[in-house]
């Protein structure tokens, strides 16, 4: 049985969730799904593609080993992330984010820069 996430990692898991939710819809992909990826989070809905990374990011959040002292995973001094798919979170966030705020949350845009 899986342990309940801590606050602070159900708020990162909300923010790539939500992160890659918009670059699916903005990048056009085929076969969109309605899907659940995590309990807690709304259903999504996203291309098989983007579902697969969204588990793969879950996951590696769910097992940082810097809980108690987490940065961003940008400054973090380890990189949990396969080559490949770090290039591809560094993808999704930078455009999401811009899409993002200007649309108007500037929440994000905290999240961004810290």
Known sequence: M???PTAQQAKDIKVIAKFTEVWC?????????ATTVYPGIQP???CPDCITFLQYAVKKRLCCPFEAEKPTCR????HCYAPQ?????K???????R??????????LWHFFF
Do not use: F
């Open 2 to 4: 899986q342990n309940e």
């Open 75 to 78: 400054r973090c001094r380890i």
């Open 85 to 89: 798919q770090r290039a591809l979170v």
């Open 99 to 108: 899409k993002m705020i200007l649309r108007g949350r500037l929440d994000y």
């Open 25 to 33: 819809a903005g990048q056009q992909h085929s076969g969109q799904q």
């Open 91 to 97: 993808k999704i966030m930078a455009w999401s984010g």
């Open 44 to 46: 999504l809905t996203l």
